[in-house]
Nanobody
Framework: QVQLVESGGGLVQAGGSLRLSCASSSRTFSSYAVGWIRQAPGKEREFVAVINWSGGMTDYADIGKGRFTISRDNAKNTVYLQMNSLTPEDTAVYYC??????????????????WGKGTLVTVSS
């Protein structure tokens, strides 16, 4: 496991943008696939996006395609989620997670190796 700390959440108007950050001080952070999972009030957790260890491969949930971009800077031990064209349905706690595998996060995000504590994103209408 690696320690993960999310930041960048807050209140934004519909149509606006936010950039979330997931940072780690762990030595092995650059070896992990890192992604984002969110949980809206009263709803189940859902997969948002993931990026492999090198940044060369990414995967997005349908809701994020065309609006969200995941990237990483291993020199800074940080993964980012740029969120554009936000809507109220994007309101959720966004969790950063890490795992040694990039694949099948949609079905196994509940058993990933490491989790942050989350950052709240609220999109007003």
């Amino acid at each position: 496991q690696v320690q993960l700390v999310e930041s960048g959440g807050g209140l934004v108007q519909a149509g606006g943008s936010l950039r979330l950050s997931c940072a780690s001080s762990s030595r092995t952070f650059s070896s992990y696939a890192v992604g984002w999972i969110r949980q809206a009030p009263g709803k189940e957790r859902e997969f948002v996006a993931v990026i492999n260890w090198s940044g060369g491969m990414t995967d997005y949930a349908d809701i994020g395609k065309g609006r969200f971009t995941i990237s990483r800077d291993n020199a800074k031990n940080t993964v980012y989620l740029q969120m554009n064209s936000l809507t109220p349905e994007d309101t959720a706690v966004y969790y950063c997670a890490a795992d040694l595998s990039t694949t099948t996060w949609e079905s196994r995000f509940n058993r990933l190796s490491s989790w942050g504590k989350g950052t709240l994103v609220t999109v007003s209408s």
